[in-house]
């Protein structure tokens, strides 16, 4: 028998076209729920369609770039009118920017990393939220890095600032919506078989690397309503 810990539950996903975000997603959809599957890449939403239908599963395609001046809060306006809730958000977009000396890197570089690593979640917390509350057992969980506060590299200050901003962001959210229904929490997925890897390690053979479906279930373990921890930064590969 499959198990289903997300049967009938509806899960919101980031930069779901490829990578880790497309396998979290259809490892949701194969958990049981529906899935709102949003990026940039409308070819790459369309493929993810294709697979949790062959799974079985259903999702809703939503093509969203996450510098769109309203785009988020309109998908939340869009989710208010048809589900009424949303019961998990992974919020797993995110750009790696350039690898350089931090005095080299320019304006229009911070702009982007900065919108989509930092600013895209803080706008998705204060869209969904509210409906998250409405869920019985809300849960967010967000794709952060090992780069980030907790270990910093040379070259890396415009993507590692960025991920080091979502932790603080995420824990202090965590904190605030403490003793409610609703948790939030951060996984750091380690070096993973991406295409974001590919470009932060050129020359790293991506067969040593671990399979975004290898690393998926632990997002849908921290989306699950048995889930109780909260405002935790869990390494999936240990």
């Not at 369309?46 to 969203?64: F, H, N, Q, R």
């Not at 998908?75 to 589900?83: D, E, G, S, Y």
């Not at 809300?138 to 890095?145: E, N």
Request: charged content about 20%; glycine content about 10%.
């Amino acid at each position: 028998m499959t198990h289903t810990p997300m049967k009938g539950r509806i899960a919101l996903v980031t930069g779901a076209s490829r990578g880790l975000g497309y396998s979290i997603a259809l490892k949701l959809a194969e958990a049981g729920a529906h899935v709102i599957a949003t990026a940039r890449t409308q070819a790459g939403l369309e493929e993810l369609d294709d697979a949790i239908s062959k799974a079985g599963g259903s999702c809703t395609l939503v093509p969203l770039d996450a510098q769109a001046p309203d785009g988020i809060e309109k998908l939340a306006k869009a989710v208010q009118q048809r589900w009424g809730k949303l019961d998990a958000m992974v919020v797993n977009a995110g750009v790696l920017g350039e690898l350089m000396p931090a005095a080299q890197l320019t304006s229009k570089v911070w702009n982007e990393v900065l919108a989509v690593n930092l600013i895209a979640p803080a706008r998705l917390i204060r869209a969904f939220e509210p409906l998250l509350k409405q869920s019985d057992a809300g849960r967010a969980v967000f794709t952060t890095s090992g780069v980030g506060s907790r270990r910093a590299k040379a070259y890396w200050s415009a993507y590692a600032s960025s991920k080091a901003g979502l932790d603080i962001l995420v824990q202090s959210w965590a904190r605030e919506i403490d003793g409610g229904t609703l948790r939030a929490n951060l996984v750091n997925p380690g070096t993973v078989r991406t295409r974001m890897r590919a470009k932060a390690a050129p020359g790293e053979d991506p067969m040593s690397l671990p399979h975004p479906d290898e690393i998926a279930p632990v997002f849908v373990s921290l989306c699950s309503p048995e889930e109780t921890r909260n405002g935790e930064i869990v390494d999936a590969q240990g």
